[in-house]
């Protein structure tokens, strides 16, 4: 995928080049040291990913969760949206999910505190649920959306989720102008499910974040078409959205590489190519929307019409 996205940016001519490294939790005697990644990524500021697949067993923390907390990469932005052309039971959504990801329950911090009892910690501190929930309400302000929608499940975690609950309540005191409400996480994917028109801008934790990604991805095609891209303070990571690394299709020639190509033009136009990124979008409009040539997971069909929004790239997508 990575290849591919490469190969399409330098067939649009512009001049970007791009010091690359082999990172993998799973080829780890081939994979570059993180710390050479990281200092790689401070220096340009700007970097592509694509999905590392983490093991399921052993102890400590990711390569994913390594770089993540390193970069103080916080939040993490992606943009559900209808691309012309690919078969969904629902047209025409748009909305942003903003996912705080440096610690919840993914902060990797679990023991066994005698055989067969695991402990696991959920960390959640109020200076990094207001950060995130600032991220979110200037994300909006910046976009002109209307509305942002905080998910939690304070009813049972009232003290962590409670927490970040009340962090984003007194935010969204101080953006009067946008529509504020919470949904607990089970309504949420019910939601996603049967109205998911009715979210604009969504701001949660860590887990939740990861869960609704994934939910919302298959409501506009899948994995291999949503792009995301996470923040820190002075660094923008863009990987796609969806985390799988679809490790079945190896070989065979049949992933999509959309997601990847979308995160590449939104690379380019954070780097004021603009050109470059337009020629990207368009480029996509016009091969998913003419349906010759496309992976088996958005099938065939013809011409649809076009969703500016898609295409337009004369808002800003970082901040």
């Not at 490294?21 to 005697?29: A, C, T, V």
Request: glycine share 8%.
């Amino acid at each position: 995928m990575m290849q591919c996205m490469q190969e399409v940016v330098e067939a649009t001519g512009a001049p970007v080049d791009f010091e690359t490294f082999f990172l993998s939790d799973i080829q780890y005697r081939l994979s570059a040291k993180i710390d050479d990644v990281v200092a790689s990524v401070k220096k340009n500021a700007v970097c592509i990913k694509g999905i590392l697949s983490s093991p399921v067993s052993g102890e400590g923390g990711s390569l994913n969760y390594q770089f993540r907390q390193k970069l103080d990469l916080f939040a993490n932005v992606v943009h559900i949206i209808s691309i012309p052309g690919v078969p969904t039971r629902h047209k025409e959504l748009d909305f942003i999910i903003i996912r705080e990801q440096t610690e919840g329950e993914f902060s990797s911090m679990e023991h066994e505190t005698v055989p067969g009892v695991v402990e696991c910690y959920k960390i959640v501190t109020e200076e990094k649920s207001r950060r995130i929930a600032k991220f979110a309400f200037d994300y909006a302000t910046g976009r002109g959306r209307k509305k942002v929608t905080a998910v939690h499940k304070a009813n049972i975690m009232k003290l962590g989720d409670g927490l970040f609950l009340n962090c984003c309540k007194e935010m969204a005191s101080l953006y009067p102008k946008i529509k504020f409400e919470n949904m607990i996480i089970d309504n949420c994917t019910m939601q996603l499910a049967s109205n998911p028109h009715q979210f604009d801008v969504m701001v949660m934790g860590n887990l939740y974040g990861s869960i609704v990604d994934n939910v919302s991805s298959g409501l506009v095609g899948g994995a291999g078409i949503v792009a995301g891209a996470s923040y820190s303070a002075n660094t923008v990571v863009f990987e796609p959205g969806a985390r799988h690394t679809y490790s079945e299709a190896v070989g065979k020639e049949i992933a999509n590489p959309t997601a990847h190509i979308v995160c590449a033009a939104k690379m380019l136009h954070h780097v004021n190519l603009k050109v470059h990124a337009r020629k990207l979008f368009r480029a996509i409009d016009k091969v998913i929307g003419d349906g010759k040539f496309r992976t088996k997971d958005i099938g065939e069909g013809g011409r649809s019409v076009v969703n500016q929004r898609f295409i337009d790239v004369s808002v800003p997508e970082n901040i």
